[in-house]
Nanobody
Framework: QVQLVESGGGLVQAGGSLRLSCAASGIMFSRNAMGWHRQAPGKQREFVAAVSSGDSTNYADSVKGRFTISRDNAKNTLYLQMNSLKPEDTGVYYC??????????????????WGQGTQVTVSS
């Protein structure tokens, strides 16, 4: 049974930082591309960042230079370091496991398993 469990969300002031974690089980974590997506209230879920099995990374333009995605294969854990947070970063952040190790793009169809999400709220 595949499980992706996010943690680290919370309430932070604009300009602050948060670090999200996603603990994975039931998959060959090191062989999967992994990604973060988010959904703001009243909006569709959108791509945030992804990392391939080979540690190549991809970021949405809106978070480039502020967010950093990383993975620890020994711990089966994915991270998202979020700095210089803005109110528009508010939303539920979802961890997702890719269908393989290569695709780490923006299309949700490229991700097979999803976590339940963790809430991030950035106050102005």
């Amino acid at each position: 049974q595949v499980q992706l469990v996010e943690s680290g969300g919370g309430l932070v002031q604009a300009g602050g930082s948060l670090r999200l974690s996603c603990a994975a089980s039931g998959i060959m974590f090191s062989r999967n591309a992994m990604g973060w997506h988010r959904q703001a209230p009243g909006k569709q879920r959108e791509f945030v960042a992804a990392v391939s099995s080979g540690d190549s990374t991809n970021y949405a333009d809106s978070v480039k230079g502020r967010f950093t995605i990383s993975r620890d294969n020994a711990k089966n854990t994915l991270y998202l370091q979020m700095n210089s947070l803005k109110p528009e970063d508010t939303g539920v952040y979802y961890c997702a496991a890719g269908r393989g190790g290569i695709y780490y793009g923006t299309d949700e169809a490229g991700y097979r398993y999803w976590g339940q999400g963790t809430q991030v709220t950035v106050s102005s």
